[in-house]
């Protein structure tokens, strides 16, 4: 991995990813690009386009001109989103997959693609959701997620496109806010915590779901593309993890920091069905196996260092 082309690079993963890749790869290295303009540091710290990923000319073109070997391919529409709008959802998680990876296909570029929890479903095994295991997802978001996670494989094995991915659990980071998931209560009620005190969570007490810290998801993006190839069996997608949260777990975690600080509840049915589909927790013993995956935050590093960048 030499010259990187990121695709949806504005987004909640993106805004993080860019920097670290600039970082160990070189600014001009990184071509960030995202179907909008992005903000002013983003642009002026490495080359930027503006570039829809399901436009499988535009993508070919910007790979030529930058002479890239490797893909992060980040954009998508997120679960709530895509349940709002399930076409929306497939024609951007699906058209711009294939765009991606024909391109990879053409040109030999490694291709990395997120994959989430969402591939799971009310069928799988809920604690924990093992890494092989049934996987019948009832949103469209997880379907494209599985779809996707098969499309890759499909590539690797037929074409010898060197895909790779991770399933990701909820992320919670500071910086762009999340782009429309299941999982945006555990980042918004940082915010909330800062501001006024409490928040109101729009999924129910008790509703436990997978969590990490950006910086761990960076470091897993990055550290399973940069893996030994021969040491990986599974490819796309590995399941990751870093802790398992509750809404009040995480308010009592939150409460050392900010005293007085309330949470109560008004429940989104639609994000709360979607959230009971996915597991309490998913098994990542197969990435700390195979390339030594090991996440540095917990719930209580995250939390302090959170509040520490919010409260500024
Ligand atoms: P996000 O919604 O924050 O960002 C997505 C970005 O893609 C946005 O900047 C958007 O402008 C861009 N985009 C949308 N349509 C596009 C198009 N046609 N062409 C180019 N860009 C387009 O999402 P994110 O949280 O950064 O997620 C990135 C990837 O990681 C997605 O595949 C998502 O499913 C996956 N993922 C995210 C999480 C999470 O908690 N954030 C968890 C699991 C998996
Ligand atoms: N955070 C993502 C979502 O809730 C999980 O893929 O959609």
Redesign the pocket.
Known sequence: MNRILV????????SWLVPKLRELYGGPAVLA????TLDAEMVEAGPFQV????DPHAVGQAVMRHHADAIFH?????SAVGERDPRLAWH?NMG?LEAVLEVAREQSCAVF??????VFGPDSPKNPAPQDTVMRPRTVYGIT?VAGELLCDYYHSHYGVDTRGVR????ISYG?P????T?DWAVDIFYKAVEQGRYTCFLAEGTQLDMMYMPDAVRAAIGVMEADPDRLVHRNAFNVTAMQLTPEALAAEIRKHVPGFEIDYDVDPVRQSIADSWPDRIDDTTARQEWGWKPDFDAVAMTADMLTHLKG
């Open positions: 695709t949806g690079a504005g987004g909640q993963i993106g690009t995202d179907i909008r570039l829809d990923a399901t980040l954009a998508a529409i997120l951007v711009s693609t997120p994959s989430s929890i969402g997620k990701f659990p909820g992320l762009a999340p782009g429309g998931g999982t």
